[in-house]
């Protein structure tokens, strides 16, 4: 006898990918039963993660279900927020943005984190274009100095194909930790180190990836380019340059030169912190292992002048004979808006607008004129995520309306007086490219949208049609259509994303091959300007490191699974030399605040330094950027989360 089940559907695999604010943007496989997503895996079919995912991954489904996400509207109400129907929430916000755009739209900011990454965010900025000349954000919290840097060197940057390291003889990850922030890279480092080919890490930390590499060096916090400029004066000194390219596809080689011979070996080892004997076997493995692929991490860009960092150690693989060359380059990230149309945009329609430092909004707030009496923020949590995060709350408690597209009432939420509820990428139809690879990603609906919440797109479309911008207001897959136009015309197709992705038609696994650079004369620009980190903040014992935690990404961390109290790790000698204990509530303080962290002891981390996870919320209590300097990158306007110094305080009663 066979029983039927009326009731029991089959269920679904939909193919998506994931659009945080992470270098894998790993392809997806959602499996939906009843409506409802029960498992979040790897698609065995990506040529990038090849069905691999981190430890986060199961835990997006869980936020998208999580009894705390708020799924309906919220309108501040006697200092209340209250929930609302979205018809009146629309109509507050846009009877705001019409009255303040009439009057002077420089009231009028929008801050677009990275929260969420794709295509159709484009559509965001051009909303506040159309509104006139409104006030958005430059500089970035992320990798901006990087970028700007290498595009100094090569004109556009271009990384290897993660695919390409497999032909190296010899990895460097500098300040790259693969086992936390670059998954698609770990078959890589397994397949090398099997056939015994050396993988070096260069991290003041003793990271995560540490096992997974024949040898560590530690240098002192942000003297990376001690460390580069002295192999280089090594491999010179030795007459093992990559000569040829030196002379036919660079420029500045003299400046260069003169910088690199500009001190000895032993006062870079000391600056640098490392002997003079760990630099000579570092230059003699890189002599005697080519090609070389150095692979860099985003942690050398949080320094404010990071870029002589990145510049000595892209030239340091000129040097080297890595440029241009399979298995060899300097990598670090791709364009990730390459693909696009950035003209969405519409910056040209307001050329002079107002920007304020994304990296500075704190006091960039509180010192604008004419003040911003409006602020619209989406994909980002800029109280938890920003440096100095006290100035930037007081700065946002000053703005008297203030809209707030989310999740979770999380810190900047809860200063809300409009709040929208947010989808996750499983409720929504979008695509997505990578500044961890080239390949362009499907994002397709797995569930229908939970609640009453919308896509950032539907939101914006839904306040356009209320504000009457026609020309603005268009179907999803029209402008799909318009901002993928660039990368559609090579012969890709919308469907061909979406069947499950591609890898962009222009980018070449090995880049520069030819020895041509899109530079003024076509060459590879050598460092030709040397200036010593900065100082940082005074007297304070210990550099801060606030590093990207296995456990969650960025302040995308349900509540319930938040710590009680942050982990600092602290050298076991030092520590005790404090009379801190192990498992120990300790102060952490400087001029900016202070936090209570409990101590974890460890031996092998270097006792000028300590490490705190960053992402955590200042409502509870764990919000390390209370203790971040406000700074910002020489280049590239990023932010110079490390040139923060500290004090640690062992708690007496």
């Not at 390291?165 to 930790?177: A, E, K, V």
């Not at 004129?369 to 949590?381: E, K, M, Q, V, W």
Request: charged share 20%; aromatic share 8%.
């Amino acid at each position: 006898m066979t029983t039927i089940f009326l009731n029991q559907t089959m269920p679904k695999y939909i193919k998506t990918a994931c659009t945080r604010d992470c270098p894998n943007t790993c392809s997806l496989i959602a499996k939906v039963e009843d409506d409802r997503v029960v498992s979040l895996t790897g698609d065995p079919d990506s040529p990038t993660n090849a069905g691999r995912v981190c430890r986060k991954c199961p835990g997006f489904v869980k936020r998208a279900y999580d009894a705390n996400r708020v799924l309906w509207p919220l309108i501040r109400v006697n200092g209340r927020l209250t929930r609302a129907s979205w018809e009146d929430a629309l109509e507050l916000v846009a009877s705001k943005i019409s009255l303040h755009a009439k009057s002077d739209p420089k009231s009028i900011l929008y801050y677009q984190g990275f929260g969420s990454r794709t295509a159709l965010k484009l559509v965001n900025r051009r909303f506040f274009n159309l509104l006139g000349p409104t006030t958005i954000t430059k500089g970035t919290i992320c990798g901006g100095a990087g970028q700007g840097a290498q595009d100094l060197d090569y004109g556009t940057r271009i990384s290897h194909d993660i695919r390409d390291h497999n032909n190296s003889r010899l990895m460097i990850l500098w300040g790259r930790n693969p086992a936390v922030s670059s998954l698609n890279l770990m078959p890589v480092i397994k397949n090398l180190r099997s056939k015994n080919i050396p993988v070096v890490l260069i991290d003041p930390i003793r990271t995560q990836s540490s096992s997974l590499c024949s040898w560590r060096l530690a240098p002192k916090p942000g003297t990376d380019a001690f460390l580069a400029l002295a192999l280089a004066r090594i491999i010179f000194e030795a007459g093992r340059e990559d000569n040829d390219f030196l002379l036919k596809s660079t420029e500045n080689l003299g400046a260069y030169k003169e910088i690199v011979f500009s001190e000895t070996l032993e006062q870079r080892a000391t600056a640098c912190d490392i002997p003079a004997s760990q630099i000579e076997r570092l230059a003699l493995l890189i002599m005697e292992n080519k090609p070389v692929s150095f692979v860099l991490g985003w942690g050398l860009h949080r320094w404010v002048n990071s870029h002589i960092t990145l510049r000595s150690i892209d030239a340091l693989g000129a040097v080297a004979g890595s440029i241009g060359r399979p298995g060899g380059g300097v990598s670090q990230g791709f364009e990730e808006y390459q693909p696009y149309d950035w003209s969405i945009w519409g910056d040209e329609m307001n050329p002079n607008r107002r920007k304020l430092f994304m990296p500075l909004l704190g006091s960039e707030l509180k010192k604008a004129d004419p003040p911003i009496l409006l602020a619209f923020i989406t994909a980002g949590n800029p109280v938890a995520m920003l440096p100095d995060s006290n100035e930037v709350k007081s700065a946002l408690e000053r703005v008297p309306f203030k809209v707030y597209g989310g999740h979770f009432l999380d810190d900047t939420g809860l200063l809300a007086d409009v709040f929208f509820p947010a989808t996750t990428f499983l409720e929504e139809d979008d695509i997505v490219a990578s500044y961890g690879h080239s390949y362009i990603c499907p994002i397709n609906r797995a569930i229908e949208p939970l609640g009453e919440s919308k896509s950032d797109f539907d939101l914006f479309m839904s306040l356009g049609a209320k504000l009457n911008l026609k020309d603005y207001v268009k179907p999803r897959e029209e402008w799909l259509k318009i901002i993928m136009a660039p990368t559609l015309k090579m012969g890709l197709t919308i469907e061909t994303i979406r069947e499950g992705g591609a890898y962009q038609p222009d980018i070449p696994h090995v880049p520069y091959q030819d020895g041509l650079f899109p530079t003024p004369n076509g060459k590879f620009r050598l460092l030709d300007f040397y200036a010593p980190p900065a100082k940082n903040d005074g007297d304070r014992r210990f550099a801060l490191m606030s590093t990207a935690p296995k456990q969650w990404l960025c302040s995308e961390i349900r509540p319930q699974e938040h710590p009680q109290i942050l982990p600092i790790t602290i050298n076991d000698s030092v520590a005790y030399e404090l009379g801190i204990a192990d498992g120990e509530t300790v102060l952490v303080h400087n001029s900016l605040g202070q936090l209570k962290a409990q101590a974890k002891l460890d031996s092998n981390l270097r006792a000028d330094l300590v490490v705190i996870p960053r992402g955590g919320w200042d409502f509870l209590g764990c919000n390390v950027n209370v203790l971040t300097r406000a700074l910002l990158t020489t280049v590239g306007q990023g932010t110079a989360y490390y040139e923060s110094r500290v004090d640690v305080s062992k708690i007496t009663i």
